[in-house]
């Protein structure tokens, strides 16, 4: 045996791995006389290979061609060839040995078009679900927006954006600090957006809205057995999810003291501990932070670890509040618009002068996202293209008789110049309307306005969803 190529192979494996490959196969010599094929051929012919063996491929193969290329020496590609009622791809070689001619190989790629037809019926529903996942997650785990989506030109906007975009290049901790509605998530997706971890997972916790008693869970994961209802397997926490990409932490201002200081060891560790887990897995995650409050006075209180705080506050990005950035209010409802036209199927919508001048006047304590609902709210009332005063809601029409607004169904004004609705559609908007205003009367502070409303936050947040209020 010689030490080189194919020939290293014992005869009995190179028959083998022939029978093996998804082609079929035939060899016969210069006379068309068949030296050999496949055990796979051959059971697809209903004949052993010693049928076959010795006789000229005519008889045994319907429409063949190999021995006229082992005539030719002229291969014949991709051809078709009809065989038992089935079309078939042959591809057929001469065999050349020591530049002389002495025969010709042929394969079969599918045995049959039948087969082809199952076997892909069997993969497609493969492909279609991995594609569903693949969507699902690219859905869930990416970020939605960058820097390009972000408007604005107020000078104090732009240095925040200049600010976060240099960051982005950074692995260190990023603090976003805005009033409720600012954009704080829209600058974490696009910070995530710009940097290298932007094939990675990008992970929203919001630290508000998860039961205190569920969210080490949520962040860290668990082991199977770890409590009562534990799922089997265990479950894969927020921090494990997002390896090698970025864990944005919202409200972080919300999260309980005893859990900033476990977060405050994974920062520092860079290790998490799974509940019921033997041993630490190191996790590479690039933390965003964002919230409402003003960190440094809950810090005084005792209400923020002073720690945790400089870890995080590496960068900080304060963007200003819709209020202090007048000039950037028409073009971001214009911008909205478009958004917004997309979404209704609507086109060429715009704003009547008074409800320009009532806009720029008005002091958006929800700053963008009070915007956004003013203005998808208009066009759900609107006929026309042009937005007037009447689209808009109660509390800004009036403005400067009730300074801060009043509850819009309830008032007298209403009772008489607007048609009777169905009861369950007045209380639903006086429901809604009283959860806006508590939401902007409280500044964003999602606990601050439940505890107005004289509800608990949970049932706060159900209404707020059902309302569709951020
Ligand atoms: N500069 C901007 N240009 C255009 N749209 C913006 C801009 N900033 C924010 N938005 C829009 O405003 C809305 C609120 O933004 P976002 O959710 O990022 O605010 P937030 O500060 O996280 O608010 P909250 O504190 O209520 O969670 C979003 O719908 C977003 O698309
Ligand atoms: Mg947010």
Redesign the pocket.
Known sequence: MKAQGIDILPVEWIKEVINNVAERLVVVDRNGIIRYMDSAYCDFLDITPMDAIGKHVDQVIENTRMHIVANTGIPELSSVQPIKGSEMVANRYPLYVNNELVGAAGTVIFRNPQEWLDYSGRIQPLLEELQYYKRKFEKEHKSK?RFS????SNPR?MEAKQLAERGSYSQSSIL?I????????????SIHQNSTRSHYPFIRVNCASIPENLLESELFGYEEGAFTGAKRGGKKGKFELGHMGTVFL??IGDMPLLMQSKLLRVLQEKEIERIGGQSPKSVDVRIIA?T?RNLEEMVMEGKFRQDLYYRLNVLKVE?PALRDRRE?LLP?AY??LK?LEKKFNRQGIYLSNAVELTLESHSWP????E??NVLERAINVLDGREITMEHLPLYLRDQEDSAGGSFPSLSAKTNQEEPIQPLKDTMAAVEKAALERAINLAE?NKQKAAKMLGISKTSFYDKCKLHNL?
């Open positions: 927006y989506d972000l408007v604005g906007f976003i805005g009033e409720s509605g600012t954009g704080k998530e829209l600058f974490a997706h919202d409200e964002a409402h963007i950037d971001i911008l909205l958004k929800g700053n963008i996202r915007l956004e964003g951020p």
